[in-house]
């Protein structure tokens, strides 16, 4: 198929025409990635007016995390969740705002769904207040129990069980990014016709780039050889056999977005300040799972320094861990420093 001649296509379009291309589909799947779309313009639409109205500022409550809570945290949370909890499809949901897992509603007469999802509803929403890049990450699975009721089991399967993963990005423009298996495709949200249009069609990655994405004020509690690692990346022992440029927004989805569309790494390693024990500041479940998806559909490389993300089964609902996600020979390189990880 050449993509080309469907650029402009709107994603509800492009994904029923790739349904298509699946004799076996049942409509399921594309019917669950139709309500994200469709909450992705909700919360796109309050992020658009959050100066405007009273949606900005903290709730004075923190999540299961420790973190503190926004309202458009909240917001964000209720309006996903709300869209995929009646969507007959889905069975159970767990939310990174929730401390345990959702059930999704249905009549008594219909079937059970046999779908799990897992959201990250606000990533980065420390950034809300200074009107810089947010963000939503998803990941679909299958489930594996049986009932009417689906269990945390549904969810704590290895990422390679996904059947499609995404994000949305709400920055200068919105942007919706997802992968059903099929290579990773990007959508711009058109608020003059209200619709996400195809706009990046079978995204790759190059091999390496030339931009590395990390917080180095963490720089005094990293390991010995992330420290040798970054320091690499500054002179010209490295894949791009130059220096490399600092890009760091502090917002993952925006940071991998990047490295996504030119290169490069994205990297989040672990440090004694987020767990003495060195097991990593991002939500497997949540955050580095999905992206794993999507950077490897994308022809990329996504680890922990010392593993592969998608081989990772997790061990509980809320689970960290180290993340490099990015250009092959970069991660490849970023691994090689890891020895000291357990």
């Known amino acids: 198929m050449n993509l080309r001649k469907r650029l402009g296509t ?63 945290d909240v917001y964000a949370n209720e309006q996903f969740v709300n ?10 949901i767990a939310s990174e705002e929730n401390d345990e897992v959702i059930q999704a509603e249905r009549p008594t007469n219909r079937r059970p769904g046999k779908y799990a999802i897992a959201l990250d509803p606000l990533d980065g929403s420390s950034n809300i207040d200074v009107n810089v890049s947010i963000g939503t990450v998803w990941s ?14 549904d969810l704590l399967q290895s990422g390679n069980h ?20 099929d290579g990773v495709h990007g959508f711009t949200l058109d608020p003059s016709v209200g619709e996400f249009l195809l706009s990046h069609e079978n995204i790759r990655l190059p091999e390496n780039g030339a931009i590395y994405s990390v917080n180095e004020g963490n720089t005094a509690f990293w390991t010995d050889g992330t420290r040798n690692w970054v320091q690499s990346l500054k002179g010209k022992s490295n894949p791009a056999g130059k220096p490399y440029s600092l890009r760091y927004v502090g917002s993952m989805v925006a940071d991998v977005h990047r490295t996504l569309l030119v290169g490069g790494i994205f990297a989040y390693p672990p440090d004694s300040k987020s767990s003495p024990k060195l097991r990593g500041k991002l939500r497997l479940l949540y955050e580095a799972s ?6 490897e559909q994308a022809g990329g490389r996504a680890s922990t320094g010392k593993q592969r993300i998608l081989d990772l089964e997790p061990e509980w609902l809320h689970q960290r861990v180290p993340v490099f996600f990015g250009s092959v020979r970069d991660v490849e390189f970023a691994e090689s420093f890891q020895e000291d990880l357990a």
Request: net charge neutral; proline share 2%.
């Open 10 to 72: 709107t994603c509800n379009r492009f994904i029923l025409e790739e349904q298509r291309h699946h004799p076996q589909a049942t409509g399921e799947l594309s019917e669950i990635l139709t309500q994200i779309v469709l909450a992705a313009k909700v919360v796109s639409r309050e992020v658009r007016k959050a100066g405007l109205i009273e949606i900005l500022g903290k709730t004075g409550t923190k999540n299961v995390q420790g973190e503190e809570v926004t309202k458009l």
């Open 162 to 181: 996904q059947v499609a993963a995404g994000y949305v990005l709400y920055g200068s423009s919105t942007m919706l990014v997802y992968s059903a298996g």
């Open 290 to 295: 999905p992206m794993a998806f999507l950077v």
């Open 140 to 153: 679909i699975q299958k489930r594996v129990s049986e009932g009417r009721e689906g269990q945390a089991s």
């Open 83 to 92: 869209a995929l909890s009646h969507d007959c499809f889905i069975s159970i």
